[in-house]
């Protein structure tokens, strides 16, 4: 079973809002999924999306694959996250 991590569209026409989920590779985009490890909101400016990132690593660390969009937001969170310790 070949496990993706990816977004799911939750949002109405023309208001857009993605869930970022851990689903098998084979079921369809807003199918089955395993487990929702995230959000994120495009239309909102800012900090638009929220990853788990106990949860995105243990799902890589058994062979998840991330797709392109979630792998840039999962190495824009653990960025955040290493400099919000440095900041306090």
Known sequence: MPVRIRLKRIGTK???VFRLVVADGRSPRDGK???EIGTYN???AGENFTVNL???NY???V???PSE???SMIKKATKAAA???AAN
Do not use: D, M, Q
């Open 14 to 16: 023309n208001s857009p």
């Open 33 to 35: 999924f395993l487990e």
């Open 42 to 44: 495009p239309l909102k």
């Open 54 to 56: 106990e949860r995105a």
């Open 59 to 61: 799902w890589i660390g």
């Open 63 to 65: 062979g998840a694959k």
């Open 69 to 71: 969009t979630v792998a």
């Open 83 to 85: 400099a919000a310790p």
